[in-house]
Nanobody, 122 residues
Framework: VQLQASGGGLVQAGDSLRLSCAASGRTFSRYSMAWFRQAPGKEREFVAFINWNGRRTDYVDSVKGRCTISRDNAKNTVYLQMNSLKPEDTAVYYC????????????????WGQGTQVTVSS
């Protein structure tokens, strides 16, 4: 599966963004999906997870209550709605796909998008 992330940008603290990740192929619904982020000089960090049918989600503590992951299997797309953005959310955001029940580690995912930059100014 090939992934294409989009929706990043430069925003002010408190603003919202919705990231999208479009997948190619007809087997999107068999994959669990996740968003990760990587800030300069830091390791890639788990942000959010959604299983194949959308019934299980999980978030890193720092975004709980501010972010919502969702998916539309008919459109082969996963989304990350981010509200109340903070400067510490600044990073390159990556979507990832994997055939797994659940995972928060980058190595759990076999397929990666190219990343989209999110910059939050204070």
């Amino acid at each position: 599966v090939q992934l294409q992330a989009s929706g990043g940008g430069l925003v002010q603290a408190g603003d919202s963004l919705r990231l999208s990740c479009a997948a190619s192929g007809r087997t999107f619904s068999r994959y669990s999906m996740a968003w990760f982020r990587q800030a300069p000089g830091k390791e890639r960090e788990f942000v959010a997870f959604i299983n194949w049918n959308g019934r299980r989600t999980d978030y890193v503590d720092s975004v709980k209550g501010r972010c919502t992951i969702s998916r539309d299997n008919a459109k082969n797309t996963v989304y990350l709605q981010m509200n109340s953005l903070k400067p510490e959310d600044t990073a390159v955001y990556y979507c990832a796909a994997g055939e797994l029940e659940y995972g928060r580690r980058p190595r759990d995912y076999a397929y990666w998008g190219q990343g989209t930059q999110v910059t939050v100014s204070s």
